[in-house]
């Protein structure tokens, strides 16, 4: 359950990071031209209306892209953690269900990390985008490979090694309470 999560997961991070570099090359391209837009109707300049309309929206949206970014990958992180501490299990077979789709999210997240450099360098345009716009989140994509086998052995730690009340119990039952 917690692997598909990840796996879920992946795919998200992957189209979320294209559809915000798409959404800042527009934004970029939008605020370029209007900035070359220059003409004056009834004492009032395009550009000052613009600048104090429009502007202000596209140039905040341009300046945190990133931020919106990573503030959305690492919130992703944090949730397949939580994810791990709520579904806990002892189970060996789905410890070994798990091991198998992790190896098949690894391999996805290598091919998602290519296709991610091969969108990247298709144009000029879009590599000044995903290299100065937003430069944290496309290194988080291209970091995706290392980042996925940490999240899932965090979870995995969190999960699989986490005892539930009752099995401590039962456990130091054994022992006469002494715990060890």
Not at 62 to 73: C, E, Q, R, Y
């Amino acid at each position: 359950m917690r692997s598909v999560m990840l796996l879920v997961a992946v795919f998200v991070m992957f189209f979320f990071a294209l559809t915000l570099g798409i959404f800042t090359y527009v934004a970029v391209t939008v605020d370029d031209t209007f900035e070359d837009i220059n003409f004056t109707i009834a004492n009032t300049d395009f550009q000052t209306v613009y600048q104090d309309n429009l502007g202000i929206g596209l140039n905040s949206f341009i300046d945190n892209a990133d931020t919106m970014g990573m503030f959305l990958l690492f919130g992703m992180m944090i949730l397949m953690i939580i994810c791990g501490y709520i579904f806990n299990s002892n189970s060996k077979l789905l410890l070994v269900i798990d091991i198998v789709i992790f190896i098949i999210i690894f391999i996805l997240a290598g091919i998602l990390q290519f296709t991610y450099n091969e969108v990247i360098h298709s144009g000029t345009e879009l590599l000044d985008i995903y290299s100065n716009n937003i430069e944290k989140t496309s290194t988080f994509m291209l970091l995706l490979p290392f980042v996925v086998p940490i999240i899932w052995l965090i979870m995995m730690i969190i999960t699989y090694g986490r005892f539930k009340k009752k099995d401590f119990k039962e456990s130091t039952s054994e022992f006469g309470g002494v715990g060890f």
